[in-house]
């Protein structure tokens, strides 16, 4: 079946970092744009970050541009996210998000991972 399985958060100071992982299973892996999606508490889930399935084009919020950089291995279906300069605004759960880069709809979330930036 699919899974989206992150892994990599934790507890860090202000100006630490962190590298989230999302291992894929139970999809075809290069045929989805993956996504890293945020939701501190009592927010919204917001869009930090996605990249299309051949790494080919990036995007990232705002709060996070320079800070924190999405790869992807299709070879060993994962996505990661590059977290550096933390600040205590970037503590929420982080969620992967796959979807297919043609068929709308098909769509898988991860669990999630939590960050807390606090010292």
């Known amino acids: 079946q699919v899974q989206l399985v992150e892994s990599g958060g934790g507890l860090v100071q202000p100006g630490g970092s962190l590298r989230l992982s999302c291992a894929a299973s139970?999809?075809?892996?290069?045929?989805?744009?993956m996504s890293w999606y945020r939701q501190a508490p009592g927010k919204e889930r917001d869009l930090v970050a996605f990249?299309?399935?051949?790494?080919?084009?990036?995007n990232y919020a705002a709060s996070v541009k320079g800070r924190f950089t999405i790869s992807r291995d299709n070879v060993k279906n994962t996505v990661f996210l590059q977290m550096n300069s933390l600040k205590p605004e970037d503590t929420a759960v982080y969620y992967c998000?796959?979807?297919?880069?043609?068929?709308?709809?098909?769509?898988?979330w991860g669990q999630g991972t939590q960050v807390t930036v606090s010292s």
């Open positions: 990249i299309t399935p051949f790494g080919a084009t990036t």
């Open positions: 998000y796959a979807a297919h880069q043609r068929v709308h709809g098909l769509e898988y």
């Open positions: 139970g999809f075809t892996f290069s045929l989805y744009v």
